[in-house]
T-cell receptor, first 111, second 113 residues
Framework: DAGVTQSPTHLIKTRGQQVTLRCSPK?????VSWYQQALGQGPQFIFQ???????QRGNFPDRFSGHQFPNYSSELNVNALLLGDSALYLC??????????FGPGTRLLVL | QQQVKQSPQSLIVQKGGISIINCAYE??????FPWYQQFPGKGPALLIA?????SEKKEGRFTISFNKSAKQFSLHIMDSQPGDSATYFC????????????FGGGTRVLVKP
């Protein structure tokens, strides 16, 4: 049984560019959440998707957007990248009564 | 606004010793409190979780103590092993376990052999 998978593992972008990160949830899970983890800090909630709709959103600007597909996989898009967007982006699956399980993350570096 | 405060930031313990990490929360609507373990280059992994209807929960060498009136909870790692060296995060959420998690700042634990 595959756990939460994310791609790519690492990514280098330049300021102003756009990036798309991908996540496949754990088998049987229909909810996907995205978190941003800056170096040396705890993860910060970005948003959660359920039934292809954004259900909850944290305190992140509109440059951060997402999508969930019918197979429950999800994408996180970040536009107009800033240096401060450099972080580990974590996807977690499991919603409702289900505990959230995290993927290995995508390390994004913005130069 | 930091809704979950975690201390200490780092901890060094001898093999076989007890590691204790503390968290305090502000939002009284929180009712689910998990602890996650994270190794370098990996995502957080759930260790143990508690709800406010119990004051203590034990799973193997890991114990959560919960004090609802003080709005505090702590993780105790008994008989600490070098393999326990990792960063530990407390978190809190409101309602279902799958809802938005608010994390503490993390504690880096080093267990010396």
């Amino acid at each position: 049984d595959a756990g939460v998978t994310q791609s790519p593992t690492h990514l280098i972008k330049t300021r102003g560019q756009q990036v798309t990160l991908r996540c496949s949830p754990k088998s049987g899970h229909d909810t996907v959440s995205w978190y941003q983890q800056a170096l040396g800090q705890g993860p910060q909630f970005i948003f959660q998707y359920y039934e292809e709709e954004e259900r909850q959103r944290g305190n992140f600007p509109d440059r951060f957007s997402g999508h969930q597909f019918p197979n429950y996989s999800s994408e996180l898009n970040v536009n107009a990248l800033l240096l401060g967007d450099s972080a580990l982006y974590l996807c977690a699956s499991g919603g409702g009564r289900e505990t959230q399980y995290f993927g290995p993350g995508t390390r994004l570096l913005v130069l | 606004q930091q809704q979950v405060k975690q201390s200490p930031q780092s901890l060094i313990v001898q093999k076989g010793g007890i590691s204790i990490i503390n968290c305090a929360y502000e939002n009284t609507a929180f009712d689910y409190f998990p602890w996650y373990q994270q190794f370098p280059g990996k995502g957080p992994a759930l260790l143990i979780a508690i709800r406010p209807d119990v004051s203590e929960k034990k799973e193997g060498r890991f114990t959560i103590s919960f004090n609802k009136s003080a709005k505090q909870f702590s993780l105790h790692i008994m008989d600490s092993q070098p393999g326990d060296s990792a960063t530990y995060f407390c978190a809190a959420s409101r309602g279902a376990a799958g809802n938005k998690l608010t994390f503490g700042g993390g504690t880096r634990v080093l267990v010396k052999p």
